[in-house]
């Protein structure tokens, strides 16, 4: 079939397919049209594939073709079906790699208040092209009804978002330093029922070690926490069996109608006995479980004259728990746990305080076990010592605490350990997003982003009507098949991960952004992202802007280099196509907008030129009493300049520094395309894996996961990749 352009002439020529040389090939009939009904658009450029002798016709960039159904010239509306591969991991997000080096520049030695550089501002107009939602706070009435950020009563976009919107593609565009407000954080994993197959973990998990976990009490000292050690006698065991499952089924059958012994009978008598005594056992397992289950809520400890009695948390099969005499323990002896480790700790407790939390909170009466809590929870009139806890031991050192033997661990690496090093620090030289922005310690920001107001040139509702947004359940960092490279030998896609945090090999994916696409209400016709149930514990109300909504803002700059203020057109002016992302709920297709600057500068030669740039500006030139110059100037400057340093820096002799040539910022403008991502298929391709509405992985999704699927690279990701 070729691909050829469908053109809607005029109201009385009606539409042609046109051939290559750019002439009609043939004009849609009447049939074809009405068969194409409501997906024609006169107002933007078409194309069709089209077989040799048209009896098919299909529409680019969609599901839907037409085929000829009889001999009259009748054709009948169809659609493709889709089916992904299911061996790839997709997700709503990408990354831009990091490079091993950043770019470092000279800063100017000038102080903000002198007029050496270039000061002036630039205006922006913001259009949504996808509805746009940026939170300001919880509503007084309803803390789940979030209110959007709002100027004298009117929508209206923070200068904070723009800035970091700005900001964090200006990272990437002049290869600045890689920049986390964590370095030190540890992620923490747990592999104890993965298909060895495909876990690489296991061996990891059980060499540190099940075996090697020791048993102590945790306390609280003088905001610091410690652990008295357990020392369990040579004769004795601090674990205890409850009784085998045949225990259980014989008191459950003493109150219970359809005995053990009549279930068995019904599977001995039916044909398919394996299936039939399969289902028998399910469901004697099952209200088995629902009578033992009381008896084991997460994490419960008593103290009695003599011993600790504790159960680590209740599962499934689980007919364990754990006692311990008060005379093991050292009190004389106290173990601190250092302040990395609980901070680290702390850090991925948070994790689970959100949506996943409040659902284990209801279907286990108690949220994750969070150590630090419980022992400020204690209360000493009841004479409880400290909470018992597992830990781990690294060169008399404590490496891991937890609630229970098979609790996550906390990686060897940290997130920052994985982040190329970049330099020793030099006070003379830095990257350019910290002379633009600044930092805390060193430099001030020379930029400055006004609030975004709302036009007067809008018409129509301000507002969408408001959405029960399902929750937003995405991948944490810990999914290393996700967030660490995971290339092949040949530096090629691989199916399953093979390398963690603590590989020495190990690798961070990069600077994280999310792909364009489109409101799913629009594609499916269906309400996607609304929740069927609203569930106040992880639900959030929202009423976002509507599409088409213009703002004006302005960016303030004051004393750049010519190549300074360069790079910040450069960062506002993306290729054809593109557009940025901005707000919640950008998995969804949220947050699409378009940006037009338009610049105002005075070149700040004389002490005379007030800041308050008095001069004004003509035809958009700039111009302050000098020669004019335009924004291909500054865009030039900084390009040239970019190669040049490329060259130098990174002994590149043949660095070309463009949208399409260079690596790092072809892998960003794929991920920032906004055209051609309205189908279902693109949707479909950067959609999460996994049920949000359950909050809970099933089917394909938990397979995903399981197998460790891997995220391909930014540029992989096409219908293509996930179809062949």
């Known amino acids: 079939m070729s691909k050829q352009k469908l053109v809607y002439k005029t109201e009385k020529d009606g539409w042609y397919v046109l051939n290559e040389n750019g002439d009609n090939d ?74 091993n080096r950043p770019l470092f520049f000279e800063k100017t030695g000038k102080k903000h208040d002198s007029l050496s550089g270039y000061s002036g501002y630039i205006d922006i107009e913001i259009e949504t092209l996808t509805p746009t939602f940026i939170g300001y706070q919880p509503s007084a009435e309803n803390s789940n009804h979030i209110l959007p950020f709002e100027i004298n009563g009117k929508p209206a976009i923070p200068g904070s978002s723009i800035r970091g919107m700005l900001r964090a593609l200006m990272q990437v565009l002049t290869y600045s330093e890689f920049k986390l407000f964590d370095m030190d954080r540890k992620l923490f994993f747990r592999s104890v029922a993965t298909d060895r197959n495909h876990s690489f973990l296991n061996d990891q998990y059980d060499k540190e070690g099940i075996a090697a976990s020791k048993v102590g009490i945790m306390v609280k000292r003088n905001n ?55 289902r028998a056992k399910n469901e004697i397992a099952n209200n088995l479980e629902r009578e033992v289950k009381p008896e084991y809520h997460p994490f419960q400890y008593e103290v009695n004259d003599d011993k600790i009695t504790w159960f680590s948390g209740w599962m499934k099969h689980k007919r364990v728990k754990y006692v311990i005499q008060k005379d093991w323990i050292n009190t004389d002896h106290l173990l601190e746990i250092p302040e990395k480790l609980i ?164 690798e961070l994916r990069g600077y994280k952004f999310y792909f364009h696409r489109p409101y799913v209400n629009d594609v499916s016709g269906q309400n996607e992202i609304t929740a069927n149930n609203f569930n106040e514990s992880i639900n959030k109300t929202i009423q976002p802007i509507s599409i088409g909504k213009k703002f004006n803002s302005r960016i303030y700059f004051q004393n750049l280099r010519k190549f300074e203020l360069g790079a910040l057109l450069f960062a506002l002016k993306l290729p054809e196509g593109g557009a940025y992302k901005i707000g919640m709920a950008k998995p969804f297709g949220f947050g699409s907008i378009n940006i037009k600057p338009k610049l105002k500068v005075h070149a700040t030669y004389s002490k005379n030129v007030s800041f308050h740039f ?44 463009n949208w399409s040539e ?56 096409s219908i293509e990749f996930y179809t062949k």
């Open 26 to 99: 043939f004009k849609l009939s009447r049939k074809m049209i009405s068969a194409l009904d409501s997906h024609l658009d006169p107002s933007s450029e078409n194309e069709v594939e089209v077989n040799n002798d048209k009896s098919i016709i299909k529409l680019v960039g969609t599901q839907y073709y037409i085929e000829k159904s009889d001999d009259q010239g009748g054709y009948t509306l169809k659609k493709e079906e889709f089916e992904m591969r299911n061996n790839r991991a997709h997700a709503p997000y990408n990354f831009v790699d990091i490079g």
């Open 614 to 657: 008095k001069k004004i500006v003509k035809n958009d030139m700039l111009y302050s009493g000098k020669p004019k110059f335009k924004e291909d100037d500054f865009l030039s400057c900084y390009v040239n300049g970019m190669n040049k340093e490329l060259k130098r820096q990174h002994n590149q002799p043949y660095a070309i520094y």
């Open 224 to 278: 610091k926490y410690f652990i008295h050690p357990v020392v369990i006698p040579d004769d004795c065991t601090y674990e205890i069996k409850l009784g085998d499952r045949s225990r259980y089924v014989r008191e459950w059958d003493e109150s219970n109608e359809r005995s053990y012994e009549t279930l068995q009978q019904e599977a001995q008598d039916s044909r398919d006995k394996k299936e039939a005594f399969k």
């Open 343 to 506: 901070k680290s700790y702390q850090q991925d407790s948070q994790i689970f305080n959100g949506e996943l939390n409040k659902k284990e909170e209801e279907r286990n009466g108690e949220k994750h076990i969070d150590l630090l809590q419980k022992c400020e929870n204690l209360n000493i009139d009841e004479d409880l010592i400290g909470v018992p806890v597992f830990y781990l031991l690294d060169e008399d050192q404590i490496s891991h605490f937890g609630h229970t033997k098979y609790s996550r661990r906390p990686y060897k690496n940290s997130v920052g350990d994985l982040v190329p090093k970049a330099r020793s620090f030099d006070e003379k030289v830095y990257d350019l997003d910290t002379l633009l922005f600044g930092d805390t310690e060193n430099w001030a920001s020379r930029l400055s982003f006004t609030d975004a107001k709302y036009s007067e040139e809008n018409k129509d509702k301000s507002y969408m009507e408001a959405i029960n947004l399902k929750p937003l359940l995405a991948p944490k960092p810990t999914s290393f098949q996700l967030y660490l490279k995971q290339q092949n030998s040949r530096g090629g896609y691989t199916e399953h991960a093979s390398k963690s945090y603590d590989s020495s090999d190990a």
């Open 662 to 717: 260079n690596e790092r910022l072809s892998s960003l403008k794929h991920l920032l395309q906004y055209e051609e991502r309205g189908t279902q298929e693109w949707y479909d391709i950067t959609n999460y894996m996994g049920n949000a509405e359950e909050g809970r992985l099933q089917g394909t999704a938990l397979d995903a996961y399981k197998n460790r699927w891997v995220l391909p690279e930014a540029k992989e990701v």
